[in-house]
Every structure is written in C-alpha cells, then in structure tokens.
C-alpha cells in the first residue's frame, strides 16, 4: 500500500526537475524573466515574450546547441550579445520545398540560424517580393510560410537590435584620431549611440555643410580632407542607424509618462528604447532607466553577476510602480509562475499515470492501482483547474476566446464531471470506475490535442473588439463549451457501453447505460441553453439573432443529433447498441463542429486554420468509424453465436 | 387515446404528433445543414444561405424541385403542435418534455414571425453631416457605401454622427472597441438629444435598434460610421423560448434521476 504512494509521489517530484534545465551562461535569468514589458496588448513578464517567440520561431521552447538553452537565456543573448545569437539555430523551415527553394541544407530538427538564413533570402529576394506583391490569399503554401519566416526574421532583427543605441560603436583608431574635439573624446571612452545625441546637431550640421560643398564643386570625396572625411562617414553612420532604430518597436520595456498620449490619459505609455527617442517619449524619469540598461547590457557582457542583478531589480521596481491600468504585479508574478510550474504538462502527466494505473487495475484487479487513479485525476483537476483560473486572472478576461483554451477548458470540464459523477454513484462500483476511465481518457487526449495547438507561441492573447464584450459572450462561450465537454465524455463513455454490450449481465450489474444517457440529456441542456445564448448575444450586439454561420450550424448540428438519438431510444425504431453507437458517434460531430468549421474558413467564428487540423480530423474521423464498425460488428458476431 | 374514436383529423395528427416525424425529419435537416454549412466556403455564406436554408424550395442540379429548409421545419413545427394538442399525457411524469417543446414551438414559431415581419438594414452616417433618415438594404448580404446609392427606407427620426471613435489595444492595431456618438433628431417629438453607440450597446427607439457594425474611411480621410438597424417584431422569442427550454430539459433531467432513484422505468 505504502509503497503505492512512495511511487505516486516519486512521479510527482520527477516531473519537476524536467522543468530545470542548465544554462551555460551563469548569470541568474530569474532577475531577466520577471521584468515586465509591454507586447501583444498587454504587460507579461519578460519570460512569456521569450518563450512566445521562441516556440513560434523553433516549435519547441528551448534551444537545442551545444547546450540546451532556455528561452529567457535566448532572448538575453539575443538582446546582448546579438552576434552571438545570429548563429544559434532556432528557425524551423518544416516545408521540404521552401528549404528547397532557400537552398538550405539538411539540418537537424530543420533548424536554421539567422545568419544562414539572411544569406538565403538575399538570393531569393525575386521570388520574396513577387510574393508581396501578390494578395495573401493567393499564396501557396511554400509562399505562406516564405511569409511567416520573413516576418519572423524582422522580429529578430528587431529584438537583436533593441538596445543597439546603449552599444559601443567600433571605430577604428585611424578615424578618430582625425575626428573634431567635440567627438573625438565620445569615441575613445567608447561612446555608443545615444551619448552621441550631444553632439549630433552639431555633426550633422557640419556634415550637410561638407555634402553641399561637394556638390557644389564637384568634387571627389577623395579629395576631402581626412578629418572632413571622418565626419562625413560618422554623421552617416549615426544617420543609419537612427533610420534603421526609427522602426524599432517590438521591445517595449521602458514606461513613460512624457509621451502625448500619456499626458492626455494619464497613463503611462510603454516604448522600445529607440522608440523612447525617436517619438520624443524620454523624460527625467526614463534617462535613469535606460542608463541601468546600458549597466545591464555591460554586466552580461562581462558576466558580472552583482551588476546584473542590481540593475535589474532596479528596473523591475521602477516599471512596477508605473502608473497604468495595465500593469498588474500580482498578474506579472502569476504568470511567471504559470511558465514555470508548467500545469498544462503536469496535468497531462497525471491524467496519463492515472490512466494506465487504471488500466493495470481493470487487468490485475488489485485495489491499490485503482486508489492511484483516482487520485492522480483528483490532481489532474485541481491542478487544470488552478491553471484556468490563473489565466483568468492573468488576461483579465472569461477563460475561452481561442481554439487553444476552448481545447483545454473542455478537458477540464470532462475530467471534473467524471470525477463529479464517479463520487455522486455508489464509489465502490464499477460503474464510477468507469466514469473515472473515461474522465482519464478525455483528459488524456484533449491535453495531447491542446499541445499540438500551441506552435503559435503565446497562448494567453488580447481579444479582439467584436469578442471584447463582456456578459452575454462569456455566458454564452462557456456553457457552449461545456456542452462540446459532455458530448465527448458521453461519446467515451458510449465506446466502453458498446464494449460491454456482448456481457449484457456484466452491462446490467454495471448499470453504465443510464449514466450515459443522463450526461447526453445534460449535453443537450448545455448545447442547446448554449446555442440560443449564441444568438441572444448575436442580437445584442448586431441585431440577428441566427445568421447561419458554420460554427452556429454545428453547434445545432450537434443538437439536431441529440435530439434525433433520444428521439429515436423512446421510438424502439432503433436497437439499444445503435443508440450507443450514435453516442459514439458524438466524438465525430463534435470534431466537426469545433475544429471542421473552422476549416471553412468563413464568418465570423473561424479561429484558426491549419492544413495539419484537415487531416487530424479526417484521421479521426476514420478512426471513428473503424472503431465504433468494429465495436458494432462484435455485437452482431456474438448474437450469431449465441442464436 | 385508444379508447377515442379514431376520426381521421384525429388519426393524422397522431402521426404528426408521433416521435416518428422527427426521426424522419431530423436527419433530412441534418444533411441540408451539414451540405449548407460545406457550400458556404465555395460559394459564400449569402449565397449558400438563400439556397440551403431560407428559400421555401430547393432546385437539386437545377432541375428536381425539393423542400426547401423552411418547409421542413414548418412541418417540424406542425408536428410538435400536434403532439401537443393530442398526444402529449399532461403529467407530472411528462412535465419537462412539455416544457422544452413548448419552448421549441416559441422559437421556431418566433423565428416565423421575425423571418415575415422584421426588417434590416444599414445605414452609413459620415461625421458632421447633416442628420439622414435614410436606410439601405444589404446587397448580396454586404453593406456597401457608394454615394450613389437610393436609401430602400426612410426611419421616422433622423440620426446624425457627432463623433466616431476608435480604441486600439495597447501598442497594437488591433481594435478593442469602437464607437458612435450619434445626435438623434425627433420632429414628431419634437426633441433632440444625443447618445452613445457601441459593441453590445445599441440604440433603442420607437422600434428600431441601432447597432455599431462597422466603419470606412472615404479616399479624403473621413470616417463614416455604419450602424446596423434592425426592425425586429420577434426579438422576445428566443429569450422566453431559452428560459423555457433550459428550464424543461433541467426538470426533465432531474424527472429522470429521481425516477431511476426510486427504481421506476424510464
């Protein structure tokens, strides 16, 4: 018995240390991760930027090099030491054409570096720009993920480039011997970009006065003087560099109550470095904190761990205390957890282990396995539980807006309900076993089917405006929902009826088939009280009520075929084991009605569209039907048997 | 029943009336729907709706005429009526199932009623124009603004767009909100006041619902705000028929819980 437990909780500690893994930079990234930055419509903790970017980027959230990276160690590296991380492979060119047509060699896990990668696009910028030009909906997929990588690209460059103004400029000892007084001292302590604003008007003035006297005289600029030369060449460099720091905009890290927008609502606004200073955002408040940058950015380079870390908390504590309806710490600090407690992992885990200890109960009959399942999904439910609410409190929204939280939603749900409905039955029966199953089951899946929609990176996103309201949606959203959740538990369920269907003494004593038919009455309730809330928000918010989009067509569908099967059980039209048939048939409806109409690609619901969601579905789908035909010819072979 | 004599009024309403109409129809739906819903990626929602789902007759290849999607659940309709009238055993037992197609006869009896007597339209007001009256049809089920368009209808108020405003999430383009501060002129009333459309919050007035659907710019940068107006009769339904339903199927739930409970056949 004890030795049950010793086990259980020995899984439990184990699935821990797979979160800690090894950096080969030492600094501590714990400081780096929790600073809070302003991306995608909302402030998250640095860690979520990163991982985001780096699972969108690669498909995977650490970097597979020499060492295995995480993705706030990347990102660091990638903000301070670019060089060094224009050479780590993390874009993934999956599509055998596109590598193709890039000439990219095989690497593994079809990662490529961004050096290698910028190399190839400069012989293939025909085929990019013939690409622009067309209309996005005319593209091929090779063009579409052309697209994807290209933009990918941008964003590196820019994150590469954030903190490029806090970065020394490398001049040679030649050009600043002959540079004016007033730049000649900035460059030999190694000034960077932003020292050199005082003097810039300065330069630049002196510059254009160079240029206009070349012009005008024709001149060669071979025939200026050196010193002339140099200050032609650094107004340029500095003039580049601002163009190129102008479009800089994707970390923004520095919050700023100078700006316009930020004097007329009072609020502060967040900006990227460079965007501080070229949309004349910077203030008293913000020098300090971009001079701490500049101490950040050296301390990594030196790997001086005190500077590093006081800079940084510096810095946190600043943005922290900002003055912005965005900025919620307790939000900040949750979310930090989130991506290190991992729940949506640790969930499946405990669905998978209760699932096979449950398994090893039906065949071994030894009551010990049996306590095992049940706890791990008591587990699996607090923990998905937990995880859901943490995102509530962390977009500040109701839970469900993307396909990615409507999957796991609908895995909590059915997990909850099973393990609802196995303590509401007689506990020691076999009937809340396999309530207890089929929760384990669903959990499993559902979990494996959340992970697959997580390639996009970030999964905790902004909503947008005709989902931004309120009351009727997330009524409407969540009870919809739990519908889906319950047609599939009942789906799972009807699969173990028809299993049992050639015992029916073991079918009677179990007794499945009113729970069965109880879940699919609720379902019912929930698809259709759902559905008509669908409407009744369609109508608040513009005026119809039903509009025949896809996804309300599948939301009746399902409905429709609700009401058919419990039509036809009261009919005796039908045998008991085709009723149970149809249930299980549910699984295929409510994938068509969930993910399939999303492939439509029209109206309003469609969230989403992958080639790979077309063939899981057709996969599924013939599963599906194999199993339930082989389920079903069972049956018949017995009665034949047994007649 | 049995014991009635069989009339034929009587006997065909007991087959409208029986569970076998809807294990006929049902799947009949099921397909237009699931056919309907496919066609809207090759031929446009608008398009796939006026045929599958809202036109009384359904031309299969051009040729064979078939019921359209209305006639059959007009008949659906009929048959819960009938099943009401004279099959249903008004008992305890049957309580919730009452209920939910009493809900059901709502709803499709309501959708009936706005489907004949509501109406819809658009209605685009440019920013400090002088107020209009005028709405326009959907086109092909779009709204267009083209300056040369007739209006289908004439409101019995005027409306005039004050201000129009947009709200992005933070350091994105993607819109959180939008909005029409919109100025509403009576002479009938003879008043004149002003008030504020957006998601979720239409205006409400002598019948008509203003809704903020979208917006335009014309090619000199102005904005013209597109309000949605919809003249519904039978907005009531749905909501009494969802209390209904979701009351019935949760009586019926719990009719059948406690009747398995107390060990009786159901």
Redesign the interface.
Known sequence: MIRFYVLFFLFLTLSFPLNARADNVFLDKRAFEQIPV?????VKPVLSMARGYLIRFSGRDTVQDLDSYTAQAWLAELLFTPEQAMFRPVFRVSLPTLREVLGLERSSGHLYHYHELQQAFRTQSDFLNQTLALDSNQWSNVQKDLIDLHENMIVFNQLMNSFSLLRPLNLSSEMIDVLPPYAQDWARAKGNYLQSLIFAERLRQQATRLAEKTTKAGTDLATLSASDQAVLSLAFMLEEMRLHGALN?VF?VVPSSYSRMAQETGQS??FAPWALYEQGASGPETAPIIAEWAQILQAYQNSDTEKWQQSLAKIRDYSIHTNSD?MRPYALGLEWGYHHVKPMELSFLFCLLGFLSLLIFFISGRGDWRRVAWISLSCAVLVHGAALLARVIILYRPPISTLYESIIFVAWVAMAFGLLLAWLTNRQTQRADFAVFAALLSGVILNLVAFTHTAHGETMI?????L???F?LATHVIIITIGYALCLFAAVLAHVQLYQFPHPAARKTIGLD?MV??TT??A??FV??GT??G??WA????????????KE??A??IA??L??LL??R??N?FADYHIMAGLAALNIIVALSWFG?NL????LHSYGFSDKTLWSLIATTVIEIFLIGGLLWRIQRHKRLII | MKNKKVTFLSSKLNFLGSPRLPLLLLPIMMIYLVVGTVEQKYIGLYEATKIYFTNPVMWAWDIIPLPGFPVWVALLLVGLLAQLLTRSRWTKQMMGTMLVHIGVVLLLGGGLITSIFSYEGYMPLLQDAPPSTAIYDYEEGQMRVFATMQPARQLPFALSLEQFEKELHAGTNVASAYQSKVKLHDAAADQTWTSLIRMNEPLRYKGYTFYQSSYVFTPDGQVISILAVVHNVGRIFPYLSCLIVALGLLLHLIIRWAGRRRGVKV
């Open positions: 302003l991306h995608e419509g909302r905009i923004r606004e967040f965005l902004v909503l947008a405006a005709v931004n309201s309120g009727w009113h038919l109880n009455r609720l019912l309730l259709i009280v008509i809330l409407g009744i109508d608040q918010s513009w005026g119809r009520f039903w509009g025949w989009d896809p067509n599948g009746l569908l429709l075929w009401v058919w039509h036809a009261m009919t039209f109409t439509l690609g029209v109206g």
